[in-house]
């Protein structure tokens, strides 16, 4: 059972258009972590959130942290192909997961020129 | 930013024979490294929690004989494959702990193994 739900896994759009990428739990994290991985490159740490209720923003990039510290989401506006790639949520202090850094299954975004 | 680098960033070996590949923390200590291994299209999937100084902590269904961890320092943690058979190929990355007041995880860029 995978303790963190990201969806969609996949998600093709054109340039310009808006997304979003949502991580969805039962459990309650300390934090989570947003990443982005290219192809045959390890992922790269986009944000931190803490607080529930949390917004915050990375230029085009906005994310938000569930009230109940259960739930994420990443909205993209007006998406670059340069945004193409593996975006990753990561839950830290998963009680259920021991305390470990938990993923996401990942969403695959690809933005066509 | 923190910095984890990782060593080979590819190899290929031989079925039979054992791969090496070490994670680095660059600019900071970790007393915690983790590797994971990810298959193509697939997020990553947690092997193996390194504990500086003491045993490594494996998941289930990872075999610790197999794939064997050395957390020799605060900025090094080794991850041996042995007895390479081709369906170890994979993509392995590792990351380790920060303790920046918000416990963040930094990774290193991967390393592709591929056993013929």
């Known amino acids: 059972t995978q303790l963190l739900e990201q969806s969609p896994q996949f998600l093709s759009i054109q340039e310009g258009e808006n997304l979003t990428v949502y991580c969805n739990s039962s459990?309650?994290?300390?934090?989570l972590q947003w990443y982005r991985q290219e192809p045959g490159e390890g992922p790269v740490l986009l944000v931190t959130v803490v607080t529930g209720g949390e917004v915050k923003k990375l230029k085009r990039l906005t994310f938000q942290f569930g009230d109940a510290r259960k739930d994420s989401s990443l909205h993209i506006t007006a998406a670059q192909p340069g945004d193409t790639g593996l975006y990753l949520c990561a839950g830290n202090g998963i009680k259920a997961a021991g305390n470990k850094l938990t993923f996401g299954g990942g969403t695959r975004v690809l933005v066509k020129p | 930013g923190a910095v984890v680098s990782q060593h080979p960033s590819w190899v290929i070996c031989k079925s039979g024979t054992s791969v090496k590949i070490e994670c680095r923390s660059l600019?900071?200590?970790?007393?915690?490294m983790f590797w994971y291994r990810q298959f193509p299209k697939q997020s990553l999937m947690l092997m193996a929690t390194?504990?500086?100084?003491?045993?490594?902590?494996?998941e289930q269904g990872v075999e610790k004989d197999k794939f064997l961890i050395n957390h020799a320092s605060l900025t090094l943690s080794t991850l041996t494959v042995t007895s390479a058979h081709p369906e170890d190929s994979s993509f392995y990355i590792c990351?380790?702990?920060?303790?920046?007041?918000?416990?963040?995880?930094?990774f290193g860029e991967g390393s592709w193994l591929t056993v013929v």
């Open positions: 390194s504990n500086e100084g003491s045993k490594a902590t494996y």
């Open positions: 459990s309650v994290f300390s934090s």
């Open positions: 990351s380790a702990r920060a303790f920046s007041g918000r416990d963040t995880i930094y």
């Open positions: 600019d900071f200590q970790a007393t915690t």
